[in-house]
């Protein structure tokens, strides 16, 4: 592989590639069971937390300083949604963890920006972790991938969300926020802590919608001209769909479980809207496995696109040798000193009148064989 | 590959291809949960709606515009089907939707045409999706299959149908309506909900068969000759069983829930027939395992094809190679210009009477001990 | 591939081949369910019905030609198998199936001779759908399997088994019957049922002993020298068996819901009986199962033989060419014409006295070299 | 293949060649369910019956020739195993299995020897079939594995073993029961029966360490020089997984139900030993998973051994070929016999007084130039 | 292969090595179940025995050399630790097994150090089994991987931990207990025994990021140039994993046991801990199949890495022999003797005066269309 080709090769890198482990984060072993050390990237200069209050009547937005501020929204008998940005200030994280009681274990995971996503319960809150996987349109018409975890904690009357970034992920969900008559201001924190995660898992039918152009994009390059670029390609979006798929798969098992439990946290009627996010999950989850067989389709298209040349090549040699190589011999025949003078039997056909236009018959009949018996093998 | 294989490359496409997914009418993210908007492709003008009124001793056929016309054919006894053919008027399927208090998120399903089949339980109404996939014979006897989302809900005392198309999916039980003795007339709105699935999922053995002769066809073409065509046939025969799959999987644990769960709307006699349904689908799902097997199987032909015939055409240029290249080597030999005037040790065959046959004869021999070997391999 | 291997293509069809669906027998879509509808072939010129009747005291045969016949050995208080043979009229067919007030959807499967077979519990009966798979030893030694669907109906007094031809599947039953020791004249109905299909499942065995017989065939053919037959062979095993699972596969779960269930019609100690049969089936399911990996290991045995063929074949062409090219390079070099009197450099070995001998020296010598290369790479 | 390599063959046969099913012993099928009837081969001269008679205080071991004669070691409170070998006089057996009240079923799965291990219930007896897998080491450090059937019939009072042979499986129990603290001597028959089977199931690790050993052994030769004869040994050891597989597998389904199971004859204390049993068939069968996936990598490295040898074949052709073809082709323009007397254009190089080493230099140059390349291509 | 490129795959083992069964230590068959011998290697001297006794107000060590030292400490109401290093010695060993009544199946499992991870309840403890996997960093920047069975008991009011080296696999848990407010000095033995566990799951994640960056260093070797020595890493690769897998896998049911029975000796408290044990082997367990399918995508990078190659090598070939095969033959052409002054037919061009370069311009125009053939089929 030349230089040019290698540079290539790093221009198909995966699109999840941000998402890779960061194994210099790494915590050391045999630490405290509950330490909360983060393992993310700090994205922000400082943590920021936002209270949003709401009801029928009223939606305020609080940014506060001190998780104390808050004090008095929760009091009220209105929602309350804190959403904080920022992981990297374990301090000031713990002054709200300490604040809601949530348990060590939880604190440790909403840092440990690597979880698999998941749902668990706890006597006095349901924690929810997921993955953001969101899209840019990049300048060249690329698609660039950038993901998150967010930890969501759904409390009796407070939900609390966690992000590293102050990516505007939640913002479809400020603006219906803002409109009266809608059933996030109606409902209770349980259908907020729906709606958050709703949001997210939409955006992944649009990780799936890229990943399924680049199948297509692929798929027309191999029939056009299987080359190693394709193959690059090929084990990228393996690469990209198995990172996908540990960012999905194990959500349904968790969604799944909020509706069978019977959790007092959760009503009855958010329940309907949580079976169709797990149809949604569901729905991504299929969609995986079909592009996943489709990329193991791409493969075996490559490699029989590579035999098939193969075959093309072999036969262009097979047939100038073949064709050749018996004529270079009559040639070389008629190359031959042998002293026609000592013998009638010596080369006679030197000095035959028609000797010359004798040999290149001889050829043409062999080459016309020669070329009957490729016809025959529809070789052409 | 030249422009007469590409094209031909497109001829070969997914005989599905019109139910790939469109992105372009992809919702946004974060929208309202239960948000009708319609994803599919406007078919029809307007939305048509048709009831048909029916019990053991009358059966009307009562197009309207207005839902509010349908009100005395659902206070009387008689059992109801309202037909709503057109997908794209949302303001109109409101309508519909509000009369009978359907939840937003079914109004939502109904318009995103892209839904895997499911079966979903309300309070007052059983919401059941499925994909139709109807099969045309084309001009060229090519199949052309055609595919649509269907929704079926089922209330107490009324049917509801929604499609995009008019197409004539449902007209072998309009037929069967205007007999007064079957089970349609007198059963109640749970046989004719059946009955419409029924109906869609006996399309899918005429899918089956069209992908089955498919399988043979290109079985024959592969073991006749090899060529990158049928490669290209048989990862479209991939796409469709994949697609195909998705479009009939998830729909047996729907109907098995119809048949297990204790529901009010479904009466025990339905059961029985839904369990006929429910074996149809398995049976529907295990030809599609082993069609997929079959395609498996298809490509380790095709490769071990190639395989052969790269081995033949390597047989061929060996055996040429191998027989010529020594005899052009003789031919050199007695072609040297040594000088056997200065010494009897150069090149005296030059000068021996019987020099030339002599040559000849050594070309024979050596073809003949070449020939004898290949022979013994069993190249020929 | 010329005209005789074609023929020996059609010479290795599946065993199978008379099991396949038969396309043109399909029932059109959105017909009545229940519809019976006869998608086999007509065997017998007309419908036969036998009735059995029996008890520890006496076995009757009696042949009859009206269902109402029956009626007698019905009501006696000794069991009853009526055995129907011949499925092509719906008509008669249609009185038996009154008579014993049958459902409809049963009515439908009897004459749909392409079920999967299964086990259905209807309020009166017992219905059981099995595939016969019976080996007839072929002229030349080949064997040919008959495939056949059988329907058992089992009743609180009576057993129906209905099938398409006259095959005498049953035959051993017939023998056993006129024994009066044996368990089938103590024993109810329900184990005339079990016995009926524990005959049949016997039959497995010997198709899976004429399976293993051809891998274990193909398996020393493929190690002697692999062809392009082979291949055409494997292939058709994997449809074989393909077509065999489906036939078994879902019996196992429709056998274990006999023993399992808690049904009227099938005693306590029929079910330890029923518990071998299950054995049975297991047994042929796992062989099954390791046939079919057995056959992807001879597909790989294939491959990887062409691959070594491939081997060979280029190592002959390399070794060939490898020691002549250079020699022919050689002689080529004194061929060449340069013109030793006008210069001392010009080709001087031409005018040398041990000129020849020196040339065919350095032949020799690169031989040897060649050769010994080669040995050293253990290509001999 | 020649016949050297085709005896190498053979000597590569599966180590577990002895279990292969003889369809030659197949019972012709709708037999009488429970009619025995011996399916293995006759390996005693006559049915050898021993009592072994024990409890804490004795143990007596007593050969006996009638069923009859066991009647008081039955009666008295010691606990009794009657050990049967040789299975080939049914008339026998039937005293022994009538004496005891043996289901028909059982008796037929006794003979049958080529049965799946499993574990059955009946009400005065469990019935155990399992398959012995006892290695010995053969003459040239070869290893040869026997397979038998045994049978363990467990009783309220009694223990029953059947085997085919008079190999002396259970010798370490005997030892055992010699001494007197031994928990075989102190816990009731149903500890003696586990005694019997954990006995078999230890051979089991060896006959993995044979496997174990035979993919190191092919690992190693792989990587040395991979061949034809190597290929033949990974079949044979695939072979030989699938066998072994189907001799344990559905023991641990078995085994498993005699721990849950409520049974009378099986104590609490026994089910502690019966959990290890079961923990060790799970470890066999963890490992047999385990070489299956060695023998598929032991495959993949076989055909990319061989990959890379025809790389290496073609690369050398291809060196060789493009360095000598150009020269051979400068060989040949200067060996044509333009008449350069009559233009000065015709082959002036021939009269060139450094002609000769003019071509020779263009021939070094051209060689330098293809060396040079080849090295830059790495392929040296 | 060469002598320096079996070095090199000797150089390539899997980390895991050390974890290879040890034939040699296996136990003859038929041994009294429960029978202690040690499986092992003996790394340590003698056995070495340490008492942790510890409440929220102490903590102190104590090394004895007497089992019966513990007395005093278990007697007491602090929680007590006793930690056992070295395998080899059964009589001391059994006295501490004794002292605690461990049922002779656990003391068979301590000393039988290739045992799968499980986890078993006792009446009076629960005997867990992992596999420590620990990371050294070696000389040359390559990793070391060590592998011990680990051992753990948790009775009432102890804890026993045994193994086989005194490696300080659990410094970081002396560490904590050292701290007076830990929850490890607060809490009962369950949560030490938890702690020592995840101690151990902790480091798994290490050995999966050396096995990911083994997978990223081949994958750019194999995208830079496939060579031999990448498949046997890749093969090694996969032996690892497959050795990871059975290390860890079963520890998932044994952990997920102890979350879901209800068991005197696991408090509520510590079951969330071990709800997040069993969340990071469930991780662990996820990113192992992923790699799984990584090192399987890595064998077909390879695979077409090498038809990429050959597809290269028969180019250049092709391109060689189809350019100078005719030249050559054009050259044999005019090198025949024919004798022009016979007849004007006899190769006239000789004597021509622009003969040689009309020869010469004839094979430039070969050449140029040769050279225009390649670049339409892009083979340059
Ligand atoms: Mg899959
Ligand atoms: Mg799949
Ligand atoms: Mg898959
Ligand atoms: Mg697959
Ligand atoms: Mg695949
Ligand atoms: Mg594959
Ligand atoms: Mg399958
Ligand atoms: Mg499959
Ligand atoms: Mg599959
Ligand atoms: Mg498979
Ligand atoms: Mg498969
Ligand atoms: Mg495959
Ligand atoms: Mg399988
Ligand atoms: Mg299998
Ligand atoms: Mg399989
Ligand atoms: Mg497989
Ligand atoms: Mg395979
Ligand atoms: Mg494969
Ligand atoms: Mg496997
Ligand atoms: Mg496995
Ligand atoms: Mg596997
Ligand atoms: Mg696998
Ligand atoms: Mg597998
Ligand atoms: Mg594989
Ligand atoms: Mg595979
Ligand atoms: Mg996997
Ligand atoms: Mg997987
Ligand atoms: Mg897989
Ligand atoms: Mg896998
Ligand atoms: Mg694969
Ligand atoms: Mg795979």
Sequence with gaps: ??????????????????????????????????????????????????????????????????????????????????????????????????YFELHPLVQEDIVSTSQRPKVEHYPNAVYIVLRMIKQHEGDNGNYNVQTEQISIVLGDNYVLSFQESDE??????????????????????????????????????????VINENIEKIEEEILDDPREEQLQKIHALRRDLIFFRKSVWSLRDGI????RDDLPLISTEVKVFLRDLYDHIVQVVDSM??????????????????????????????????????????????GMNFNSEVS?????????????PFSLGLMVLLTGGMIYYFKRKSWF
């Design 1 to 98: 592989m030349n230089k040019a080709s290698k540079k290539a090769a790093h221009k198909f890198q995966s699109i999840f590639s941000s998402g890779h482990l960061r194994r210099h984060h790494r915590k050391p072993p045999g630490q405290v069971p509950g330490t909360a050390i983060h393992t993310g990237v700090q994205r922000l200069d400082e943590v920021l937390m936002t209270v949003h209050d709401f009801d029928e009547s009223h939606y305020d937005i609080i940014p506060i300083q001190k998780i104390e501020k808050s004090e008095p929204f929760l009091q009220n008998k209105s929602k309350t949604w804190i959403q904080i940005r920022g992981l990297h200030d374990i301090e000031k994280l713990k002054t709200v963890w300490n």
């Design 256 to 259: 799944n479980s909020l509706i």
């Design 344 to 356: 009638p039997y010596n080369l006679p056909e030197l000095n035959w009148y028609f000797g010359y």
């Design 289 to 334: 496995e079909t592009n996943r067989e489709m990329v193991f389709g791409l493969y075996d298209m490559y490699m029989s696109g590579l035999s098939n040349r193969m075959n093309e090549v072999m036969k262009v040699l097979t047939i100038i040798a073949t064709i050749f190589i018996p004529l270079t011999f009559i040639a070389g025949i008629y």
């Design 168 to 209: 505007p992920i939640f913002d479809p969900i400020l603006k219906r926020l803002e409109l009266t008559t809608t059933r996030l201001r109606k409902f209770g924190p349980d259908y907020l802590a729906y709606a958050l995660a709703d949001n997210i898992v939409d955006h992944y039918f649009y990780a799936l919608d």
